[in-house]
């Protein structure tokens, strides 16, 4: 499901105002966080490599208000989360992506019950190539026909050379350096699903560990193109704007575009946690999620590049679980 579509759902429900004024910046309506009182413990997040930086950066905000709570982050892709918080292994699992049918399955039939998905920001997938190349824009069916070997998006030929989107000169023979996500990323398959249609992947892809060895690998190669979080952007690399179709519109990855749904590769990330809907969270629980749904915790999204989630759809997630 897209974020347009998200969002034009919560709307109907009264939940969520589109609009970019509600979506670019921080919402001055969140509420500001309050210290509790009797939280302790230990939290252990497992799961996406796109919201490492993410998870690491609320930690150290909750830790201002709870200098004694230790949190422990690994970050080796969604894939690696359904798992954690279903075994028990993890309380938070961030995901890039949606969980699966099969994982939501897997884990109800352990705890009797789905996991809880919180929507904590809304990224960017971004297509990003080398600075030096003057490519501006692509459409998806291009990026399908650059990436995929089955071409699911029509475009009507493959494209194995900068010449067949545009560039020439030296650049009209230049084959393509292509870098890729790993399987286990949620980043990975947003992309399939989204930007390949549901195709799969060239033989050719250069796969990575990480969305910051994506972007380095771009940086370094001068006919490099790749996929990774508008997060990771830097002044090595351009960021393309995209066409949701052949002949559409070019549209930047900006937070207007992202909050509106216009960009094509928009995307809410997420954590899951193991909420017994039957059950109030645990303090350590609590405290955290509700903060994510502050000012200090969307701050820290606007911060690390995401684009923050409106007070109205923050509200709605705090009065399900009850922590207003």
Not at 76 to 85: K, R
Not at 86 to 103: D, H, I, V, Y
Not at 224 to 250: H, M, N, Q
Not at 306 to 317: D, G
Request: hydrophobic residues 40%.
């Amino acid at each position: 499901m897209t974020i347009k579509t998200i969002f034009k759902a919560c709307a109907l429900a009264g939940a969520v105002t589109l609009g970019t004024a509600a979506v670019a910046d921080v919402d001055p309506n969140l509420p500001e966080y309050s210290r509790a009182s009797g939280v302790s413990g230990n939290l252990t997040s497992i799961g996406s490599d796109t919201l490492n930086n993410l998870m690491t950066l609320w930690a150290e905000e909750f830790a201002k208000f709870y200098p004694n709570v230790n949190v422990q982050i690994q970050g080796a892709g969604s894939g690696t989360a359904p798992p954690a918080i279903t075994e028990g292994t993890a309380q938070l699992a961030p995901m890039s992506r949606g969980m699966r049918q099969s994982e939501l399955q897997s884990f109800e039939e352990r705890h009797g019950y789905e996991p809880y998905a919180l929507p904590v920001a809304i990224d960017m997938l971004a297509v990003y190539v080398n600075r030096d190349n003057p490519l501006e824009c692509l459409s998806l069916p291009q990026v399908d026909a650059i990436f995929s070997a089955t071409r699911l998006g029509n475009y009507n030929e493959d494209i194995t050379r900068w010449g067949q989107v545009g560039l020439t000169g030296a650049w009209a023979n230049r084959d393509f350096a292509l870098y890729s996500r790993n399987a286990v990323s949620g980043t990975y398959g947003f992309f399939k699903d989204n930007a390949l249609f549901g195709g799969d992947f060239k033989s050719s892809i250069n796969e990575q560990p990480g969305s910051s060895s994506v972007v380095q690998g771009v940086t370094e190669s001068i006919n490099g193109i790749g996929y990774s979080g508008i997060g990771y952007r830097t002044p090595g690399v351009k960021v393309l704007d995209l066409a949701a179709e052949e002949g559409g519109d070019c549209v930047a990855a900006s937070a207007d575009n992202a909050g509106t749904g216009t960009y094509p590769l928009a995307r809410f990330l997420y954590v899951y946690i193991n909420k017994d809907p039957n059950r109030d969270l645990d303090p350590l629980q609590r405290e955290f999620v509700k903060m994510l749904y502050t000012k200090e915790g969307q701050e820290v999204v606007h911060r690390d590049g995401f684009v923050p989630l409106p007070e109205s759809l923050a509200a709605q997630i705090r009065a399900d679980l009850g922590i207003n």
